[in-house]
RNA sequence: GCCGCGAUGGCGGAACUGGUAGACGCGCUGGACUUAAAAUCCAUUUCCAUUCAACCGGAGUGAGGGUUCGAUUCCCUCUCGCGGCACCA
C-alpha cells in the first residue's frame, strides 16, 4: 500500500478530470437542473489569498452533492475585470490594464484550479471581453430606448483622486470606496440610470426572497429607504414665493413653528430682496460649503442656523405666521430640502428650537409629559383643530386627505435610494454605446422614448463598441474620459444622416459588468449570433434563477441591489421569466489571519494557499476550511487546524489498509447509515463543519475497529468526495472500481439500519440528572419504573419521599417529582 | 440614535421540534515507541469541594428575573461585542 502522497494524488486527478471533462454542465432535459453560483472575483494584482477560497468550496461542494444526486449542475467561474481597482493597479505598475489584467486573471485561474474546483471552465466568462461587453451594452441600450436612462448636470460625488463620478454606493461614509479620498460636490454633465422606478418592486420582492439571509435583506431595505408621507406648500407673504417640505408627520402640520431651508434651497436666493439680513445669511452660507459632507453630518450633530429675516411663512392649516430659517441640518438632496420644523415632536426640530429660544407646542399627547423632553412617539392628535382625538395614524390618513381636497399638499413617498449616476470618467469600462448628432437633434423626429427624453442622443446599434486603445489612459479630470482625445474614434458619421456626430466618451462604472453575468453563463449553452437576448429564452427559463448564490456581505447594497434591478428590467423585456434572480443567497463568513486581523499585506499576515496545497494538499485545505467554524462566520486561520484536517484525511486514508469482504458489526453499520443521513442534511443548510466532524466520528470509530468492509468503505468515499475530490477519486480506485467517483449516486440513509435498538434513558429527580439506565428501544413505562425498582442509586434519593409526579417520555427520560 | 446578528471550557465550536451541556478539532498534561527528536498511538482535560484512589456531592451556557416536572433552547429587562444605516424630516 502506497502512502497518501497529496502532491502526486492532487495533480493526477485535476489531470484526469481536465482529460475527461468530468466538470463540463450536463445539457439534459430528463434531470432537474441546479444552478450554483459563486460571486466573481475582480482579479486584483495580489492573487488569492487562503480566505479568497472559502465560498468557492462550499459550492463546489454542493455542486459535486447535488451531481451525485441526480442533479444537472451549472457551476461556473468568471472575472469582473473592468473597473477602478483593475485600472488604479495598471496605473500604479505602469502597465496596460488589460496586459495587468490578463495576467492576474492567469494568476487566479491556475490557484483556483490547484483547489480542485468543479467549474465548467468552458463557460468562463471575463467583462471586458467585447463578446461579452456587448451584451452589457445591449441591456444598457435597452434601458435607453425604454426611457431609463438620461443625462444629467447635477452636483454628483467627485473623487479627487480617481478623477472620476462615483454613484452613492461607491461611497463609504463620504468617502471613495476605492481610495479612501473624501468626495466632493461636483456639478458635471454625466448618464444616469432611473432605477428609483424599480425601488418600490425592489423593496416589495424582498419579502419573496424567503431564503436570503435576515441581515442581508434588513440591509436592502434600508439601503431603499422608504419613507411615507406629504409635501405641502407653506407661502411665503408679500410674494409669490412658495416653500414646499416634505413631512412624514403631517399628523403634526399644527405644531410647525417655523421652516428650515437647506444652505443650498433656490429660495433663498430668490428671495434675496426680501431679507433684511443678506449679509450674515451670505456668510453662514459660505462657511457651510467649505465643510465638507463628513463634517456636516458629523460634529456631534451640533445644530447651527440663521433666521431669513423679513421672510414669513404662512402655515396652510391655520394660517399661522411663521419664520424661516437656514440650517445645514436640513439635506438639499433628499425630500424638497426644506422642512416644516416640530419642535415638540423631533429631536433635531427640538434640539434647534432650543438653541435658539424658538416656541415648541405639543400637537400629540401620549401620556407622557412633554416637560424638557421631545416626544416623537405615537399618540393622540391635540391643539389641532379638526384633528383632536384621533391616534396618529388616523391624524395622518384625515390630514393628507385635507390637504389633497384643498390642494394644499399631497400624499408622498421618499427614498434613500437615488438614481445611479453611470458615468465614469475613467478608461478601464465599457463605452457607452450612445452617439450625439446635432442634426438629428435639430431635426427632433425621435424613435423611442430614450430619444425624446434625451434630443440628439441615439443608441449605436453596430455592438460591441470597443473600447479603443489609447496612448495615455491616466484620467483627465476635465469631466471627459481619455476615450475624449482620440478623435477618430469620438468623431464619428451620424449613423442616422450621415452628418458629424460623436460618441459619448464616458465609460460605465464597475458594477455594470457584474450586474447580469450570472445570465451570461447561461447563454453559453447555445451559440447564437443574433444581437438580441430574446434569442436565449430557452436556455434562461432553463437555467434561470440561479439557486444558491454564494458571496460576501459587503455586496449587499451594491451588487446585489444592482444586479436584482436589472433582472427585473430584464423581466419586464421579456428576456427572463422569473422576476427575481437569486432563489437562495449565502454569506461567507471572513478568514483572519492568525492574529485575529483581516489578512493584508499591511499586516504582513496573509497566507498564500499555493503553499498550504504544497505542504498540506489541495482537499486538506478544503476539509479545514469547511471545519473551522459556522460558515457565514469570521474564524481565524489556524495552522494547528489544518493538521488536524489533514490528521483526518490521513485516518481515511489508513481505514482502505484493512479493506475486507467481512461484515462490519451491527454498530459500525447503524452510524455508517446515520451519518450518511447527517451530511446530506448538512450539506443542503451549509453546516459544513458539522458535515466534517461527523465523518470524524464515523472514521474514528472505524479506525479502532481491525477490518473494515468494503462496500461500506466505498459509501464513506462517496460521502467524503464533495469534501476531499482528490483523496475520495484515488480511495475509489484503490478499493476497486474504474468509472469515476463523480459518477455514482449518493448513498441512502437505510432506517433500519440506523435505527438504535438501545437507548440511554435518563432517570432525574427534580429535573437533575441521578442515573442512566441503557434499555431497549421504545421500553414502556412500566419497565423502566420496574427497574428504577432495584436501583440503589434512585433509590437512595426516592427513600422516604412522597412523589408528586413523574414525567415519561419515551426513548428520552424519565423525571421525578418530588414534594 | 435606529435596524439586524451574536455571547457556551484554555481556543474554534456542537447540542434535533425544551429532555444526559461541552460532540468534533486544536491546545495543555501524562504515558508508550525512539539513542534522541519529529511523526504516530494511548489516556486525561468545564469549574469547585472531597479522597490514597474510585464512587458519591455542588455549581455551571454574558447578567438578573419569569414560564415549565425540566431552559444553551421560549418570554421580559439589562450588559457587552460584531455588522449595517445614520441630522433622511
Given at each position: 500500500m502506497p502512502k497518501y502522497n497529496h502532491q502526486e494524488l492532487e495533480k493526477k486527478w485535476q489531470a484526469a478530470w481536465l482529460a475527461t471533462e468530468l466538470d463540463k454542465t450536463e445539457e439534459t432535459s430528463d434531470k432537474p437542473k441546479y444552478y450554483c453560483l459563486d460571486m466573481f472575483p475582480y482579479p486584483s494584482g495580489a492573487g488569492l489569498h487562503v480566505g479568497h477560497p472559502k465560498g468557492y468550496i462550499a459550492t463546489d461542494i454542493i455542486s459535486r452533492y447535488k451531481r451525485l444526486n441526480g442533479y444537472s449542475v451549472l457551476h461556473p467561474m468568471g472575472w469582473d475585470a473592468f473597473g477602478l481597482p483593475a485600472e488604479n493597479y495598471a496605473l500604479a505598475n505602469k502597465v496596460h490594464p488589460r496586459v495587468a489584467t490578463e495576467a492576474n486573471i492567469a494568476t487566479y485561474k491556475r490557484q483556483l484550479s490547484m483547489i480542485g474546483l468543479s467549474y465548467d471552465w468552458s463557460r468562463e466568462i471575463n467583462t471586458t471581453d467585447p463578446?461579452?461587453?456587448?451584451?452589457?451594452?445591449?441591456?444598457?441600450?435597452?434601458?435607453?430606448?425604454?426611457?431609463?436612462?438620461?443625462?444629467?448636470?447635477?452636483?454628483?460625488?467627485?473623487?479627487?483622486?480617481?478623477?472620476?463620478?462615483?454613484?452613492?454606493?461607491?461611497?463609504?461614509?463620504?468617502?471613495?470606496?476605492?481610495?479612501?479620498?473624501?468626495?466632493?460636490?461636483?456639478?458635471?454633465?454625466?448618464?444616469?440610470?432611473?432605477?428609483?422606478?424599480?425601488?418600490?418592486?425592489?423593496?416589495?420582492?424582498?419579502?419573496?426572497?424567503?431564503?436570503?439571509?435576515?441581515?442581508?435583506?434588513?440591509?436592502?431595505?434600508?439601503?431603499?429607504?422608504?419613507?411615507?408621507?406629504?409635501?405641502?406648500?407653506?407661502?411665503?407673504?408679500?410674494?409669490?414665493?412658495?416653500?414646499?417640505?416634505?413631512?412624514?408627520?403631517?399628523?403634526?402640520?399644527?405644531?410647525?413653528?417655523?421652516?428650515?431651508?437647506?444652505?443650498?434651497?433656490?429660495?433663498?436666493?430668490?428671495?434675496?430682496?426680501?431679507?433684511?439680513?443678506?449679509?450674515?445669511?451670505?456668510?453662514?452660507?459660505?462657511?457651510?460649503?467649505?465643510?465638507?459632507?463628513?463634517?456636516?453630518?458629523?460634529?456631534?450633530?451640533?445644530?447651527?442656523?440663521?433666521?431669513?429675516?423679513?421672510?414669513?411663512?404662512?402655515?396652510?392649516?391655520?394660517?399661522?405666521?411663521?419664520?424661516?430659517?437656514?440650517?445645514?441640518?436640513?439635506?438639499?438632496?433628499?425630500?424638497?430640502?426644506?422642512?416644516?420644523?416640530?419642535?415638540?415632536?423631533?429631536?433635531?426640530?427640538?434640539?434647534?428650537?432650543?438653541?435658539?429660544?424658538?416656541?415648541?407646542?405639543?400637537?400629540?399627547?401620549?401620556?407622557?409629559?412633554?416637560?424638557?423632553?421631545?416626544?416623537?412617539?405615537?399618540?393622540?392628535?391635540?391643539?389641532?383643530?379638526?384633528?383632536?382625538?384621533?391616534?396618529?395614524?388616523?391624524?395622518?390618513?384625515?390630514?393628507?386627505?385635507?390637504?389633497?381636497?384643498?390642494?394644499?399638499?399631497?400624499?408622498?413617498?421618499?427614498?434613500?435610494?437615488?438614481?445611479?449616476?453611470?458615468?465614469?470618467?475613467?478608461?478601464?469600462?465599457?463605452?457607452m454605446p450612445l452617439v450625439f448628432c446635432q442634426a438629428c437633434k435639430d431635426r427632433a423626429s425621435f424613435d423611442n422614448d430614450g430619444e425624446r427624453l434625451n434630443p440628439g442622443w441615439f443608441v449605436d446599434a453596430n455592438l460591441p463598441v470597443r473600447l479603443p486603445e489609447v496612448e495615455s489612459y491616466q484620467p483627465s479630470g476635465t469631466g471627459e474620459s481619455p476615450l475624449a482625445n482620440i478623435s477618430e474614434w469620438v468623431n464619428i458619421k451620424c449613423p442616422r444622416c450621415g452628418g458629424e456626430a460623436r460618441r459619448e466618451t464616458n465609460t460605465m462604472p464597475q458594477w455594470a459588468g457584474s450586474s447580469w453575468y450570472y445570465i451570461a453563463y447561461a447563454m453559453r449553452s447555445i451559440n447564437n449570433d443574433q444581437l438580441t437576448m430574446i434569442n436565449y429564452r430557452e436556455v434562461l427559463d432553463k437555467w434561470l434563477p440561479v439557486d444558491m448564490y454564494v458571496g460576501g456581505a459587503e455586496h449587499a447594497t451594491r451588487h446585489l441591489i444592482y444586479a436584482r434591478f436589472w433582472h427585473k428590467f430584464l423581466f419586464d423585456i421579456g428576456v427572463v421569466n422569473c422576476s427575481e434572480p437569486f432563489t437562495a443567497l449565502r454569506q461567507v463568513g471572513l478568514i483572519l489571519a492568525e492574529d485575529g486581523r483581516k489578512m493584508s499585506k499591511r499586516w504582513a499576515n496573509v497566507i498564500n494557499p499555493d503553499q498550504i496545497i504544497q505542504s498540506h494538499g489541495a482537499d486538506a485545505l478544503r476539509v479545514y476550511e469547511m471545519f473551522m467554524g459556522p460558515f457565514n462566520q469570521s474564524v481565524a486561520w489556524s495552522t494547528n487546524g489544518l493538521t488536524g484536517a489533514r490528521k483526518f484525511l490521513d485516518k481515511v486514508w489508513n481505514l482502505s489498509e484493512k479493506l475486507s469482504d467481512e461484515a462490519d458489526s451491527r454498530e459500525i453499520e447503524r452510524l455508517l447509515h446515520k451519518t450518511i443521513r447527517?451530511?446530506?442534511?448538512?450539506?443542503?443548510?451549509?453546516?459544513?463543519?458539522?458535515?466534517?466532524?461527523?465523518?470524524?466520528?464515523?472514521?474514528?470509530?472505524?479506525?479502532?475497529?481491525?477490518?473494515?468492509?468494503?462496500?461500506?468503505?466505498?459509501?464513506?468515499?462517496?460521502?467524503?468526495?464533495?469534501?476531499?475530490?482528490?483523496?475520495?477519486?484515488?480511495?475509489?480506485?484503490?478499493?476497486?472500481?474504474?468509472?469515476?467517483?463523480?459518477k455514482q449516486t449518493w448513498p441512502m440513509c437505510n432506517e433500519e439500519l440506523a435505527r438504535d435498538d438501545k437507548v440511554n434513558l435518563t432517570v432525574q429527580i427534580n429535573g437533575k440528572l441521578r442515573d442512566t439506565l441503557e434499555l431497549d428501544f421504545d421500553s414502556e413505562e412500566s419497565v423502566v419504573r420496574e427497574l428504577i425498582a432495584s436501583n440503589d442509586k434512585v433509590q437512595k434519593w426516592l427513600a422516604g419521599q412522597e412523589i408528586v409526579k413523574v414525567v415519561f417520555v419515551k426513548n428520552k427520560l424519565i423525571n421525578f417529582v418530588l414534594k
Amino acid at each position: 500500500m502506497p502512502k497518501y502522497n497529496h502532491q502526486e494524488l492532487e495533480k493526477k486527478w485535476q489531470a484526469a478530470w481536465l482529460a475527461t471533462e468530468l466538470d463540463k454542465t450536463e445539457e439534459t432535459s430528463d434531470k432537474p437542473k441546479y444552478y450554483c453560483l459563486d460571486m466573481f472575483p475582480y482579479p486584483s494584482g495580489a492573487g488569492l489569498h487562503v480566505g479568497h477560497p472559502k465560498g468557492y468550496i462550499a459550492t463546489d461542494i454542493i455542486s459535486r452533492y447535488k451531481r451525485l444526486n441526480g442533479y444537472s449542475v451549472l457551476h461556473p467561474m468568471g472575472w469582473d475585470a473592468f473597473g477602478l481597482p483593475a485600472e488604479n493597479y495598471a496605473l500604479a505598475n505602469k502597465v496596460h490594464p488589460r496586459v495587468a489584467t490578463e495576467a492576474n486573471i492567469a494568476t487566479y485561474k491556475r490557484q483556483l484550479s490547484m483547489i480542485g474546483l468543479s467549474y465548467d471552465w468552458s463557460r468562463e466568462i471575463n467583462t471586458t471581453d467585447p463578446e461579452y461587453y456587448k451584451w452589457t451594452q445591449w441591456i444598457f441600450a435597452e434601458m435607453f430606448k425604454k426611457g431609463l436612462v438620461f443625462e444629467s448636470y447635477e452636483p454628483i460625488n467627485w473623487c479627487p483622486t480617481c478623477l472620476t463620478g462615483l454613484a452613492n454606493e461607491d461611497l463609504d461614509n463620504g468617502k471613495c470606496e476605492r481610495c479612501g479620498s473624501e468626495v466632493e460636490k461636483k456639478p458635471m454633465r454625466q448618464w444616469v440610470i432611473r432605477i428609483t422606478d424599480y425601488a418600490e418592486r425592489l423593496l416589495a420582492d424582498i419579502d419573496q426572497l424567503t431564503d436570503w439571509e435576515e441581515s442581508i435583506k434588513e440591509m436592502q431595505r434600508n439601503w431603499l429607504g422608504k419613507s411615507e408621507g406629504a409635501t405641502l406648500k407653506f407661502a411665503i407673504i408679500n410674494s409669490q414665493l412658495t416653500v414646499e417640505v416634505f413631512t412624514t408627520r403631517p399628523d403634526t402640520i399644527f405644531g410647525a413653528t417655523y421652516l428650515v431651508l437647506a444652505p443650498e434651497h433656490e429660495l433663498v436666493a430668490a428671495s434675496k430682496e426680501l431679507i433684511s439680513n443678506w449679509l450674515e445669511v451670505q456668510e453662514y452660507i459660505n462657511k457651510v460649503k467649505n465643510k465638507s459632507d463628513l463634517e456636516r453630518t458629523d460634529l456631534n450633530k451640533d445644530k447651527s442656523g440663521v433666521q431669513l429675516k423679513g421672510l414669513m411663512a404662512i402655515n396652510p392649516v391655520n394660517q399661522q405666521e411663521i419664520p424661516v430659517f437656514v440650517a445645514d441640518y436640513v439635506l438639499a438632496g433628499y425630500g424638497t430640502g426644506a422642512i416644516m420644523a416640530v419642535p415638540a415632536h423631533d429631536e433635531r426640530d427640538w434640539d434647534f428650537a432650543k438653541k435658539y429660544n424658538l416656541p415648541i407646542k405639543q400637537v400629540v399627547e401620549s401620556g407622557v409629559e412633554l416637560g424638557d423632553r421631545v416626544m416623537t412617539d405615537a399618540g393622540v392628535a391635540i391643539n389641532s383643530d379638526f384633528l383632536d382625538g384621533l391616534a396618529t395614524p388616523e391624524a395622518k390618513t384625515k390630514m393628507i386627505e385635507h390637504l389633497e381636497k384643498n390642494s394644499l399638499g399631497a400624499k408622498k413617498i421618499n427614498w434613500k435610494l437615488k438614481d445611479w449616476v453611470f458615468s465614469r470618467q475613467r478608461y478601464w469600462g465599457e463605452p457607452m454605446p450612445l452617439v450625439f448628432c446635432q442634426a438629428c437633434k435639430d431635426r427632433a423626429s425621435f424613435d423611442n422614448d430614450g430619444e425624446r427624453l434625451n434630443p440628439g442622443w441615439f443608441v449605436d446599434a453596430n455592438l460591441p463598441v470597443r473600447l479603443p486603445e489609447v496612448e495615455s489612459y491616466q484620467p483627465s479630470g476635465t469631466g471627459e474620459s481619455p476615450l475624449a482625445n482620440i478623435s477618430e474614434w469620438v468623431n464619428i458619421k451620424c449613423p442616422r444622416c450621415g452628418g458629424e456626430a460623436r460618441r459619448e466618451t464616458n465609460t460605465m462604472p464597475q458594477w455594470a459588468g457584474s450586474s447580469w453575468y450570472y445570465i451570461a453563463y447561461a447563454m453559453r449553452s447555445i451559440n447564437n449570433d443574433q444581437l438580441t437576448m430574446i434569442n436565449y429564452r430557452e436556455v434562461l427559463d432553463k437555467w434561470l434563477p440561479v439557486d444558491m448564490y454564494v458571496g460576501g456581505a459587503e455586496h449587499a447594497t451594491r451588487h446585489l441591489i444592482y444586479a436584482r434591478f436589472w433582472h427585473k428590467f430584464l423581466f419586464d423585456i421579456g428576456v427572463v421569466n422569473c422576476s427575481e434572480p437569486f432563489t437562495a443567497l449565502r454569506q461567507v463568513g471572513l478568514i483572519l489571519a492568525e492574529d485575529g486581523r483581516k489578512m493584508s499585506k499591511r499586516w504582513a499576515n496573509v497566507i498564500n494557499p499555493d503553499q498550504i496545497i504544497q505542504s498540506h494538499g489541495a482537499d486538506a485545505l478544503r476539509v479545514y476550511e469547511m471545519f473551522m467554524g459556522p460558515f457565514n462566520q469570521s474564524v481565524a486561520w489556524s495552522t494547528n487546524g489544518l493538521t488536524g484536517a489533514r490528521k483526518f484525511l490521513d485516518k481515511v486514508w489508513n481505514l482502505s489498509e484493512k479493506l475486507s469482504d467481512e461484515a462490519d458489526s451491527r454498530e459500525i453499520e447503524r452510524l455508517l447509515h446515520k451519518t450518511i443521513r447527517k451530511i446530506g442534511a448538512d450539506i443542503e443548510s451549509l453546516a459544513f463543519n458539522t458535515v466534517v466532524s461527523a465523518l470524524m466520528i464515523l472514521v474514528n470509530a472505524w479506525t479502532a475497529e481491525a477490518k473494515v468492509n468494503r462496500v461500506n468503505f466505498r459509501q464513506l468515499v462517496i460521502l467524503l468526495s464533495p469534501l476531499a475530490p482528490h483523496l475520495a477519486e484515488e480511495l475509489w480506485q484503490l478499493s476497486g472500481a474504474d468509472s469515476s467517483v463523480f459518477k455514482q449516486t449518493w448513498p441512502m440513509c437505510n432506517e433500519e439500519l440506523a435505527r438504535d435498538d438501545k437507548v440511554n434513558l435518563t432517570v432525574q429527580i427534580n429535573g437533575k440528572l441521578r442515573d442512566t439506565l441503557e434499555l431497549d428501544f421504545d421500553s414502556e413505562e412500566s419497565v423502566v419504573r420496574e427497574l428504577i425498582a432495584s436501583n440503589d442509586k434512585v433509590q437512595k434519593w426516592l427513600a422516604g419521599q412522597e412523589i408528586v409526579k413523574v414525567v415519561f417520555v419515551k426513548n428520552k427520560l424519565i423525571n421525578f417529582v418530588l414534594k
